[in-house]
């Protein structure tokens, strides 16, 4: 078989993989969906939902003035139901606007109060109740948006194919909301396990990180860079987030699969980190990844070095040593090694905080 006989070959088979369907449905339908239970944001997902009221009341005018919107992609599951994979803001904001958004309790959130647009100053203060029924509610709720249905009967990774060819760039999501997304439709008690780790008390107290850099998870990165770093071979690393989800996903040999054959235990490794991050909250507190004398940076170089290199070896170590914890990081800027970029930096401080915090 010559290559374009392979190539032909491989797009049918692909092809077969993917069942879907797809039709326009009405605004007022799809939150009637929403309001039944048969069309499902799930709510880890709809934390992702923070689009500015600017950025609401624009895509609200969008409607009202009859602009086309992007169909969405929905996954149906084997009850029939319909779950989110692309869409997630355009149709939050719209229930969000009619006032049927549901947060994580399942009580209806506050309905949105628009800004002025460009096209509609109007709409400034404008809420549902206040838009006129007739003609724009009525118009509002007959507006059609084309729905992208992937069939349960599809490959079982067809939905997060989708996710991540439609929305895997730095302008959509963050690093980390994308791999908490594939995480959710791969294996989702992973995702959980790890916003847990994210909530413990001395592990928020040491990283100490801005709101900002919360908002866009990165304390659930650290907690995977902590994992990851240390099991796989660093010398390729190019781009964080690409290695991560390279290892994490993709790897002939990666985090899931680890996971899934329970090689990496994850009751086991939560208890390390726990130990990992009450020692050195005890040993240094919220200075724990900061240089000493240069404010209150959080310094991933630090972190590396730091918490991967004690995680590491947290074995050896009990509450007896605080103060030898304490000592090796007032130390460790004089015996860090430095580089010139994220690729060589990375396989420096890891492998250096693995020997450091030896015993």
Do not use: C
Not at 65 to 84: A, D, H, R, T
Not at 92 to 118: D, H, P, Y
């Amino acid at each position: 078989m010559n290559n374009q006989e392979s190539l032909i070959e491989q797009v049918n088979k692909s092809r077969q993989e993917y069942i879907t369907d797809g039709y326009s449905m009405s605004i007022g339908e799809l939150v009637s969906m929403y309001k039944e239970g048969e069309l499902i944001i799930d709510p880890d997902f709809q934390r992702k939902f923070r689009w500015s009221a600017a950025t609401q009341s624009r895509l609200i005018e969008s409607i009202l003035i009859g602009v086309p919107l992007p169909s969405i992609f929905v996954f149906q599951n084997e009850k029939g139901f319909w779950e989110v994979v692309d869409g997630v803001q355009r149709i939050s904001t719209i229930l969000a606007f009619m006032g049927e958004l549901k947060n994580n309790q399942g009580q209806k959130e506050k309905g949105t109060i628009l800004e002025r647009t460009k096209m509609l100053p109007a709409l400034k203060g404008v809420t549902w109740n206040t838009l006129p029924k007739e003609p724009l509610q009525l118009d509002f709720r007959r507006s059609k948006i084309e729905v992208k249905i992937i069939k349960s009967l599809s490959h079982v990774n067809a939905k997060f194919e989708v996710f991540q060819r439609l929305n895997y760039a730095p302008t959509i999501l963050s690093g980390q909301e994308y791999r908490n997304a594939l995480l959710i439709m791969t294996n989702k008690a992973v995702y959980e396990w790890v916003d847990k780790l994210s909530k413990l008390e001395n592990f928020k107290k040491t990283i100490s990180l801005t709101d900002r850099w919360l908002d866009e998870k990165y304390d659930q990165e650290l907690i995977l860079r902590l994992f990851v770093f240390p099991l796989f071979p660093l010398s390729g690393i190019s781009k964080v987030d690409d290695y991560l989800n390279e290892t994490i996903f993709y790897d002939d040999n990666s985090l899931l699969k680890r996971i899934e054959e329970n090689s990496f235990n994850l009751d086991k490794e939560a208890l390390k980190f726990k130990k990992t991050f009450d020692l050195l909250a005890a040993a240094k507190g919220d200075e724990a990844f900061q240089k000493i004398g240069k404010g209150q940076q959080f310094l991933e170089s630090y972190f590396e070095a730091i918490a991967v290199g004690l995680y590491w070896n947290i074995d050896s170590y009990d509450d007896s040593d605080i103060e030898l914890i304490k000592k090796k990081i007032q130390n460790i800027e004089e015996n860090l090694p430095k580089a010139l970029n994220t690729s060589s930096r990375i396989p420096k401080t890891v492998a250096f905080g693995k020997k450091y915090f030896s015993k």
